[in-house]
């Protein structure tokens, strides 16, 4: 195992990777053009390491891996989308451009670049030809395998340039690394490919690319391929190396000398090609290493109000890509998270907790974001004075606080200890957010000491970072809160036009109800139509009530209903007597009832039994052709999921319903889908299922027709011939 002192670990908290500005500019370019493409994109990061590095671990964070770890950049872009990669790009670019602690600057890193290619190149080349690794996996550890130079780098500035400077060439690097930092690169980004949690070997292969070959003779595939392919590169520092040695070291991979001699060459005709394309000269030391020039001390004076000026236009320029994100979110929890992650790569600042004011109440509550701790959702922060810890001091002070300030032995309030336990930190960083002078939150800050120090350097661009946050939520709140006022009068203008709707329509079914007791008793016995005519004077009942339930008016309840036990043989029987004709015969199609009798009685209300069936028929009556045949069935002592149901099936022998009509079935269709149809037959049926505490499924395949199954609760407790549900 391999482990990291704490002070070197909290200064790579930060995630400080330099990148080179060429490489940003052509990145800001791609992501923002109107026809960009993830391939065309991700071409260009892949050939460079610390954008990589960067991306993986934005992919890899709790915020966007809700599905698995992600191991293929392309895959990772994918999961990030353009918004994202944009906020990056222009995030990244700010502080490129306006980066004021001294520090690399234009060709320091392109030695650096031109070995991390090389190395990628040729153990994807390996990786082809042995083809026991993935090709993209030996590709991305080889251009990451010294990024652990970029992390300390961006960590320790200075402190770690020296280094650099004193070693000149990477083999005598390590050794000094583990004599001033009980470190080295090759260990720290591992910890950084570890934070991923790859189902893959790229950490071990990174820790160990720098081991003698008896240490990772019996190792991984990929660890193997990984050394092969840097020792392989090393050799570069000869003039000119000899095919014999290549010999030792193709025997690791199986590869014989001349084979991998050749794509030794190969690799280096791509990197010197590609670098060709994109500017990279040779120039420079030659060295592999990042190269380390500290910006030389300003001959005058300090002009504090250029200075002032330069800071102002950096943070209106910091903020420009958060407010093009957070313009975009239609969610309080989608607009802090967008937050959290232009944190990370502004600040650098890991896994941010937002604390909102709970209306009227004196308290801080978290809004719990996708991978934190499920304990915060317990947390209440008061906000009386004398008892508040940072939190909540920044909370009614309205400015920045911090766990540190009452120096090292201070103790904690309990809440802040909890938070900062929650979130494995040393201490917390509190961040009011205010707008329009109310503070509408916390933003809290998980940070060690060395990081919070750094962070007062930037304690201003902070500030107007929550400020920007906080007028984005108290805007989106004030939309909400308009979206709602607009909801309840749309509603109450709909609840208006329903009742005077259910009140105009009642009325002619009155009358039309009367006139059949009239035909009723003018009829002669002969014509036998008193079964049709009730079941139609039933049908009217039916449709009035459906009417009153509309405009909320009261409706007499049905004998049925009341009871709540229902004949599915006798729904459907009446219903083929009043529809079988207008529905079925006139289209040519056939109508069955295959009824189980006896058949025990469904605990359910008649209306809405009667209203599934006839949806389910009217569904089967406009989809089939002339010449189908509809069959309704019933059964019961259905058993599922421990309870006994009864069945009303309707199946026809039509042709099926496709894969994606299958996956919206019971979904409302828009009225342009089926001009002339509401389109909201199945949704219905679910619902009155579902309000029946019964359940409705379907089974299709293409030219075999469709099978309805709706389960209603069984009244009858006794179970004689158990089946199973459909």
């Not at 670049?113 to 080349?125: K, N, P």
């Not at 209306?359 to 008892?387: E, K, V, W």
């Not at 749309?490 to 709707?501: G, I, M, Y």
Request: net charge negative.
């Amino acid at each position: 195992m391999h482990t990291i002192p704490s002070p070197t670990l909290e200064a790579l908290e930060s995630l400080e990777l330099p990148t080179p500005p060429r490489v940003l500019l052509a990145f800001l370019q791609a992501v923002g053009r109107d026809n960009a493409s993830i391939d065309e994109i991700a071409e260009l990061v892949r050939r460079e390491p610390s954008l990589t590095a960067r991306i993986l671990t934005v992919a890899n964070s709790a915020a966007f891996h809700a599905d698995g770890p992600l191991r293929s950049l392309k895959q990772s872009m994918q999961v990030l989308g353009l918004r994202t990669l944009h906020s990056i790009a222009a995030c990244l670019a700010v502080r490129e451009a306006f980066a004021s602690v001294p520090g690399p600057r234009a060709g320091d890193l392109d030695g650096f670049w031109r070995h991390s290619i090389f190395v990628a190149e040729l153990a994807q080349s390996i990786a082809t030809e042995t083809g026991r690794v993935d090709a993209e996996e030996a590709y991305l550890a080889g251009l990451l395998h010294d990024v652990g130079e970029l992390l300390l780098l961006g960590g320790l500035g200075a402190r770690y340039g020296a280094l650099l400077t004193e070693a000149g060439a990477e083999q005598a690097l390590v050794p000094l690394e583990q004599a001033a930092l009980a470190t080295d690169h090759a260990a720290v980004g591992a910890w950084l490919i570890d934070r991923w949690r790859l189902p893959s070997f790229m950490a071990d292969a990174v820790l160990l690319h720098h081991h003698q070959l008896q240490d990772v003779a019996e190792a991984d595939a990929l660890t193997r391929v990984l050394w092969v392919a840097h020792t392989c590169v090393g050799l570069a520092a000869s003039d000119a190396p000899d095919v014999a040695d290549f010999e030792a070291i193709g025997q690791l991979v199986g590869l014989p000398s001349k084979l991998l001699a050749r794509l030794y060459g190969q690799a280096q005709a791509s990197v010197t090609a590609l670098a060709t394309a994109l500017g990279v000269t040779n120039a420079g030391t030659g060295s592999s290493l990042p190269a380390w020039r500290p910006a030389p001390e300003p001959a005058t004076a300090r002009d504090v109000s250029r200075d002032g000026l330069r800071d102002t236009v950096s943070s209106m320029a910091a903020l420009q890509p958060l407010q093009h994100e957070l313009a975009s979110a239609d969610s309080e929890p989608v607009l802090l998270n967008a937050a959290r992650e232009s944190a990370r790569l502004l600040f650098g600042v890991r896994d941010v907790v937002f604390l909102l004011r709970q209306g009227a109440d004196a308290s801080l509550a978290p809004l719990l974001l996708p991978g934190q701790p499920p304990q915060l959702q317990q947390l209440r922060l008061s906000l009386q004075p004398g008892t508040a810890g940072a939190c909540g001091r920044a909370a009614l002070a309205n400015r920045i606080c911090s766990t540190f300030e009452t120096g090292p032995a201070g103790p904690l309030a309990v809440a802040d200890m909890q938070l900062a336990r929650a979130l494995g930190a040393e201490g917390l960083l509190c961040v009011p957010m205010a707008a329009a002078g109310a503070v509408q939150g916390v933003m809290v800050c998980p940070v060690g000491r060395l990081q919070a120090e750094r962070l007062e350097q930037r304690l201003a661009l902070l500030g107007s970072f929550a400020g920007v946050l906080a007028g984005h939520l108290q805007s989106w709140r004030t939309l909400r809160e308009r979206d709602r006022e607009r909801q309840v009068v749309t509603a109450d203008r709909l609840r208006l036009r329903e009742r005077q709707v259910a009140h105009e329509v009642s009325n002619p079914l009155g009358i039309i109800k009367n006139y059949l007791q009239i035909v009723r008793r003018k009829l002669p016995d002969s014509l036998q139509l008193g079964e049709e005519l009730t079941v139609l004077h039933e049908e009217i009942d039916r449709v009035a009530r459906i009417v009153c339930q509309l405009g909320d008016l009261p409706a007499e309840p049905a004998v049925d209903a009341v009871a709540g036990l229902v004949s599915l043989n006798t729904v459907a029987e009446s219903l083929r007597a009043l529809y079988g004709e207008p529905l079925f015969g006139r289209r040519g199609i056939q109508l069955v009832l295959d009824l189980q009798t006896p058949l025990a009685p469904t605990r359910a209300d008649h209306d809405h039994v009667r209203q599934m069936l006839l949806n389910l028929w009217k569904n089967a009556a406009e989809a089939l052709p002339p010449g189908a045949r509809v069959t309704t069935s019933t059964s019961d002592h259905i058993h599922r999921d421990g309870r006994v149901y009864t069945q009303l099936s309707v199946t026809d022998n039509g042709p099926g319903l496709p894969d994606e009509v299958m996956r919206e079935l019971f979904k409302p269709l828009g009225a342009e889908r089926r001009p002339g149809h509401g389109g909201l037959g199945l949704s219905i049926v679910q619902a009155l299922a579902t309000r029946l505490e019964g359940h409705v499924s379907c089974q299709s395949l293409p030219g075999r027709g469709a099978s309805f199954f709706v389960l209603l609760p069984q009244a009858v407790a006794p179970v004689t011939d158990a089946k199973a549900a459909p």
